[in-house]
């Protein structure tokens, strides 16, 4: 059974910084990409960054790129979404995901399994 389990999250100020982790379990880490999304209450999920399975190419949202640096690590089947310059419109719960591919993607649907997410709160 694939299991994905997100820490890291908190309260923080604008303009600090957080760095989410995710661990794997349950498949072969490395053959599938790993994405990051977030979901603000009232609004729907939104694509934050993708890695591929090997870590070779990474995708970010405009919102997030230039702050945000997504990583892996295969040895420890874990993947991390480095965070600076926080803003409070990013206050959201984070969720990481594995892909049904090993390249990444912009898309839930090509994600096939999903952590329980992690609470992210940035105050002005």
């Known amino acids: 059974q694939v299991q994905l389990v997100e820490s890291g999250g908190g309260l923080v100020q604008a303009g600090a910084s957080l760095r989410l982790s995710c661990a794997a379990s349950?498949?072969?880490?490395?053959?599938?990409?790993m994405g990051w999304f977030r979901q603000a209450p009232g609004k729907e999920r939104e694509f934050v960054a993708a890695?591929?399975?090997?870590?070779?190419?990474?995708y970010y949202a405009d919102l997030v790129k230039g702050r945000f640096t997504i990583s892996r690590d295969n040895a420890k089947n874990t993947a991390y979404l480095q965070m600076n310059s926080l803003k409070p419109e990013d206050t959201a719960v984070y969720y990481c995901?594995?892909?049904?591919?090993?390249?990444?993607?912009?898309?839930?649907?090509?994600?096939?399994?999903w952590g329980q997410g992690t609470q992210v709160t940035v105050s002005s």
């Open positions: 995901a594995t892909g049904k591919y090993y390249r990444g993607s912009y898309y839930p649907s090509e994600y096939a399994y």
């Open positions: 890695i591929s399975g090997g870590g070779g190419s990474t």
């Open positions: 349950g498949r072969t880490f490395s053959g599938y990409a």
